[in-house]
């Protein structure tokens, strides 16, 4: 049975085992700043959005154009970019847009604009009475819809609202690297009350206290007056699938207005909202009254961010029927006692007794609710308040979700005394499963749930990430939630963790949060190696890194000439020298979100013995790229990021430094003079970890034939993580592997130079998911290059033969600048396997590379050959000269000249891309690596939706256009 079908079959003490007091409490310290640094205008490129990627070419022949174009417009200050209306006045270089009074016609707001909100500014005139299905239908027909740009920044004079009236809509899609921001006037985000907030209006039913109400039946019309001033006037409808558009990657802080007694504006106010609008990554920050208000409607929520709000978090009422998934909350940590006349809860399902409205029912998952000096006040207006209130005749299922820090109790349950004298109860439903509380006066204040289970009381605290670090938030398996049936078809996400942010995955806030509003910002270290700008705003690092450093959030870092990490790099002579070198070495730690940008003669080099822990996440990606411009769409224009570890590397001709079993060698490494030794003996070295990282405009040419790849990895270990890279627009190679034996999954190489996947020199490892594209509007390389998706090189008399690598699921398209017979190099082929290599390559597809799809070359000696041994099974291939560029495979199945079409999400479109999974063997080179054993061709499988695909929300915005 579905929680809210079953009945309470205990009396309340039944529920109070042990749990209601823990004779001790560690209260996790989470600071939720309000002091943040000073952040201007956020000002995009008006490109499409990098989370909305719509490619209309097919990759059918080598004259496709995968280049991008811009759909919003770049006035940059440019009046003659702006679009005039009676609605808006611009200052003389239109670089601010003051809006006012009624939005009567479709309209965007542009990145490159700042807008700012004079009083009530209404979109449509939905908020008018009606009477009967005409005046819908005629509101609907005149509905505008107000678009805001990524990136764009929207600020309030003291009586400034966003209205959005019923019939018309608000399209505001930002990106993870571009949101939307919504604040007051000044140029910081630690107001409380200076604006008033942002407000939909839909037809969605909402239901009346006490059971009544004018949406309350199977009227057509209805009419309900919306809090937050005389201005908002009339919603609501009877319409659960109706529309008002899509907030994604939204910000909205310091609202909160006083419009009247009890009469606040919420930071979000959604007044009968239907299911038919989208709403995803808000953060409400520091708002005088609610986080976000739901007022009837069945407006479903995913990744929700509440933090330093006076009143409530999450409130529905009044018939609200909808799920909420995944929502961090923190309590304002700074402030004695609310600063309005409020009772902060992180959830409240509200009303009570008489004005009860059973319509009410929510299913809610994935919370994390972590309270502060605010809502534990005794002394406050209201005194002190449980982390939720459920209560007035609600249904409510809650599952996976914690609270902690809220002294009085963590869930305060009521029951409606519809009465007042106990005559007439009507129950509050409510059950809950997998459910942590970490609250000093037990976990439920008053009634415990109807049903409960995996419910217990435990002191919590949480990771960088804001994850629950116990061992109890980690689920032996997911539960099957079942959502709230209000038309929508909303399927939740079946976790098995306790909390809003998965313990073994990444922080989905980190990176388009405002910064120091989840997490207190860290403080920049001071160090030998650092110097900073006088507001902190950017710090410079030059020379070696000789200590554990964190390039912290919130500062931009720069790279001046070659940054190296560590000692490692110089001549070892014995197993002593090696270890020493293990015992000095030094950890980089970049956090999530940070971008990094190097001068002209900038690199990041790594030494062996030390480690680079680069982990952002798909919100928060690391970024590094030159210092010249504020776009990624330059060449050449820095150096790159280098690894070095004791990994082995083998010589050419079977050769070499670190051939046999010998402990120690010294490799001259490529990148520069200054790059010294790499390689050992150790193929489980562990050089740290990349995760979620961008590599831009890189390729510095350091000498002849010794230009810097974007990511070079020389001798690096297995016990290094390399998933979830991208390298774009460099000089040289995208990622070359110099020996060693460092896996790598998911992988984005897009507009670089030469090569994009190489490796030699006795690389033993493993590739899984790669999409590499070369530049569709380069007629010709820039460098002295010649290039192909993967080169697995050397040649000749220069063969290494323990090179041997296994790839599965990569996807390779040309472009004009391989099919170029003039070039320097001439026209090239879409892989070139050679130098007595050993490569396996399964369920993947190549095309546009008029040479041939294909080179495989033996290695020719003066008196006798060696031969590569190549392995191809589910590879496809589109090329105008044929799928072999030479030779054929040594063992080939499924494989050969066969067209096929890319959609959208980079997924192939035919259905034999659908094959039997191969069963795919791993180099075994000790790391136990383990394929994805999958059934379909290509570097994502067909179907998936361009928005769910493993390269969304993450890589350069633009890039795969």
């Not at 079409?901 to 795919?920: F, R």
Request: with cysteine; glycine share 14%.
């Amino acid at each position: 049975m579905n929680f809210l079908e079953k009945r309470r079959k205990c009396s309340p003490s039944a529920f109070n085992f042990n749990l209601i007091r823990k004779q001790t409490m560690v209260k996790q310290k989470l600071f939720t700043a309000l002091l943040v640094p000073l952040i201007t205008g956020m000002v995009g490129c008006g490109g499409s959005d990098g989370d909305n990627v719509n490619i209309t070419n097919e990759f059918g022949s080598s004259s496709s154009s995968g280049s991008s174009s811009s759909s919003g417009s770049s006035s940059g200050g440019d009046c003659n970019q702006v679009v005039p209306a009676d609605f808006v006045d611009f200052n003389s270089d239109c670089s601010v847009g003051n809006l006012s009074g009624t939005i009567d016609e479709d309209y965007t707001l542009t990145s490159d604009v700042q807008w700012r909100l004079d009083g009530t500014v209404t979109v449509g005139d939905g908020n008018r009475t009606v009477s009967n299905a005409s005046d819908v239908q005629a509101i609907r027909d005149a509905g505008v819809t107000l678009t805001i740009e990524p990136g764009t920044d929207i600020r309030a004079f003291d009586t400034g609202t966003l209205l959005v009236t019923r019939g018309s809509m608000l399209m505001a899609e930002g990106s993870a690297s571009q949101p939307i921001t919504f604040s007051s006037l000044d140029d910081n985000y630690d107001g409380l009350g200076e604006w008033g907030g942002v407000i939909l209006q839909g037809f969605a039913p909402q239901y009346g206290q006490g059971d009544t109400g004018p949406c309350y039946g199977t009227g057509d019309v209805c009419n309900v007056e919306g809090e937050g001033g005389t201005d908002v006037s009339v919603y609501g409808g009877n319409d659960p699938a109706d529309n008002s558009g899509s907030l994604r990657y939204v910000r909205i802080a310091e609202g909160g207005l006083v419009a009247g007694p009890n009469n606040e504006i919420n930071g979000l106010t959604l007044q009968g909202v239907g299911y038919g609008t989208m709403l995803e990554y808000i953060q409400v920050h520091s708002n005088l009254d609610d986080g976000i208000e739901w007022f009837g409607g069945t407006a479903n929520l995913r990744y929700a961010v509440l933090t330093s709000n006076d009143d409530d978090d999450i409130d529905y009422d009044e018939g609200y029927m909808g799920n909420i998934q995944f929502a961090l909350i923190a309590k304002n940590n700074v402030n004695d006692a609310p600063q309005g006349s409020n009772d902060p809860r992180g959830v409240e399902a509200n009303s009570s007794d008489a004005d009860y409205v059973p319509q009410t029912e929510a299913v809610l998952a994935n919370l994390t609710i972590i309270g502060g000096k605010v809502n534990n006040n005794a002394d406050s207006s209201q005194g002190e308040q449980p982390g939720m209130r459920l209560r007035g005749a609600v249904k409510t299922a809650i599952f996976n979700s914690a609270v902690s820090n809220f002294n009085i109790g963590c869930v305060r349950i009521d029951n409606a005394d519809v009465s007042g004298d106990g005559s007439m109860i009507v129950p509050t439903v409510i059950g809950m499963e997998n459910f942590l509380g970490d609250c000093e006066d037990g976990l439920f204040q008053k009634l415990s749930p109807d049903v409960e289970e995996n419910v217990e009381a435990l002191v919590l605290t949480y990771s960088e990430t804001m994850a629950i670090q116990e061992s109890q938030a980690q689920l032996a398996m997911a539960p099957t939630i079942n959502a709230v049936n209000n038309g929508s078809g909303f399927v939740f996400e079946q976790t098995d963790f306790i909390g809003a942010v998965d313990p073994n995955g990444d922080g989905w806030w980190q990176g388009w949060t405002l910064p120091g509003t989840v997490t207190e910002m860290e403080p920049i270290q001071p160090a030998s190696f650092v110097s900073c700008s006088d507001d902190a705003s950017n710090c410079t690092i030059s020379g070696r890194i000789d200590q554990d450093y964190t390039m912290v959030a919130g500062v931009e870092w720069r790279l001046d000439g070659e940054v190296i990490v560590g000692a490692g790099n110089v001549t070892v002579a014995n197993d002593a020298d090696v270890q020493a070198i293990r015992n000095a070495g030094v950890t980089l730690t970049i956090r999530p979100g940070v971008n990094v940008r190097a001068f002209d003669t900038g690199s990041l080099i790594v030494t062996r013995g030390s480690k680079l822990h680069a982990v952002g996440s798909p919100a928060a990606p690391i970024t590094f790229s030159s210092l010249s411009d504020d776009n990624l769409s330059g060449e050449g224009e820095w150096g790159g990021v280098i690894i070095q570890g004791f990994a082995p590397q083998y010589g050419q001709g079977g050769t070499g430094a670190c051939y046999g079993s010998g402990t120690v060698c010294n490799i001259k490494g490529e990148g520069g003079t200054i790059v010294g030794n790499y390689g050992g003996n150790d193929p489980a070295d562990d050089s740290g970890a990349l995760r979620y990282v961008r590599i831009a405009e890189g390729g510095l040419v350091a000498g002849p034939n010794n230009e810097i790849n974007g990511l070079t990895l020389q001798g690096v270990g297995y016990g290094t993580e390399i998933n979830f890279i991208q390298v774009h627009g460099n000089l040289d190679d995208g990622i070359e592997w110099f020996g060693g034996t460092a896996n790598a999954t998911h992988l984005v190489l897009t507009n670089n130079d030469d090569d994009d996947i190489d490796y030699d020199e006795g690389y033993m490892g493993n590739i899984q998911y790669a999409i590499v594209r070369k530049n569709q509007t380069k007629s010709a390389p820039t460098g002295s290059n010649d290039p192909r998706g993967i080169e697995a090189n050397s040649s000749d008399a220069d063969y290494v033969p323990q090179t041997e690598a296994v790839l599965a699921n990569i996807l390779v398209l040309g472009g004009p600048v391989n099919n170029n017979a003039a070039s320097q190099n001439g026209q090239q082929p879409g892989m070139r396997l050679r130098g007595a290599v050993t490569t396996g390559i399964y369920n993947s597809a190549v095309r546009d590379f008029d040479t041939g799809c294909i080179r495989i070359d033996d290695a020719v000696l003066t008196d006798s050959t060696v031969p590569s041994n190549i392995t191809l099974v589910n590879v496809p291939g589109a090329c105008l000269d044929g799928y072999y560029d030479k030779r054929a495979a040594d063992s080939a199945s499924n494989a050969g000249e066969s067209d096929f079409t890319v959609d959208s999400a980079y997924a192939l479109m035919e259905s034999s891309a659908n094959v039997p999974a191969p069963g795919i063997p791993a180099v075994a080179n000790g790391s136990g690596f383990v394929f994805d054993n999958t059934d379909f061709i290509g570097a994502v499988k067909p179907g998936t939706d361009p928005a769910d695909a493993w390269w969304a929300d993450w890589i350069i915005e633009g890039s795969l256009d």
